[in-house]
Every structure is written in structure tokens, then in C-alpha cells.
């Protein structure tokens, strides 16, 4: 009933930028913040950026700087990364913290989407 949808992914060269979308749909009645993730096989899943439904924003210190979350309408986020490097190559994974209602039913946490790849030539 609610679903969270990355794009944007692709093959960019080094000093390159990339803009990455995280839409969300289905029966939503609150987003309390999304936040963009990013995992590298073998290594642990690291938290990119935050942003809460009243536009607060918050950076892991290795994007401060270059990368930039904002909201593009109601239930989108866009990432926009900007003097991408070999070390930015990752699945890039989207997380909704939201509120849902459909039915008889009631949910409320996280939603993660499937990921998009990011990969940045030297």
C-alpha cells in the first residue's frame, strides 16, 4: 500500500554530479523525514543524509559540502551530489519515516525503497 521508489543512478566520471529522486506513494497520511543511505558490498550500510518533513537537513561529514538533500514536492526528495568521486560508488538506498492508513489498518515506520547505483570513474 506504500511504496518508496529511487531513480536517478548511473555511471558519471570523477568531479561529475548525479541527481538522485526517493518518491513515495500509496495510502500516506504523514512523512515525518526521508533520509538517503548508501552500501558498499562488505561494508556496513552508511546514513548519507536526513531531512524532516520541515526541511531540517542533516549531513554525514563526508558529503558535507557536495551533496545536498531537499524536498521536490510533498513526497519527493531529490539528493543532488555534486564533485563525485571513485569513493561515492555505492547502491544509494532510500528510507521514508511515514504514517500510513489504508482500511482497517495503520502503520507507522520506516519504508526503504530497492536502491539505485551510483558509480563514479576515475
Known amino acids: 500500500q506504500v511504496q518508496v521508489v529511487e531513480s536517478g543512478g548511473g555511471l558519471v566520471q570523477f568531479g561529475g554530479s548525479l541527481r538522485l529522486s526517493c518518491a513515495a506513494s500509496g495510502s500516506i497520511v504523514k512523512i515525518d523525514r526521508m533520509e538517503w543511505y548508501r552500501q558498499v558490498p562488505g561494508k556496513q550500510r552508511e546514513l548519507v543524509a536526513t531531512i524532516t518533513s520541515g526541511g531540517s537537513t542533516n549531513y554525514a561529514d563526508f558529503v558535507k559540502g557536495r551533496f545536498f538533500i531537499y524536498w521536490s514536492d510533498d513526497k519527493t526528495v531529490s539528493l543532488q551530489m555534486n564533485r563525485l568521486t571513485p569513493e561515492d560508488t555505492a547502491v544509494y538506498l532510500c528510507?521514508?519515516?511515514?504514517?500510513?492508513?489504508?482500511?482497517?489498518?495503520?502503520?507507522?515506520?520506516?519504508?526503504w525503497g530497492q536502491g539505485t547505483q551510483v558509480a563514479v570513474s576515475s
Open positions: 528510507n521514508a519515516e511515514l504514517e500510513a492508513a489504508w482500511d482497517i489498518h495503520e502503520y507507522r515506520g520506516p519504508i
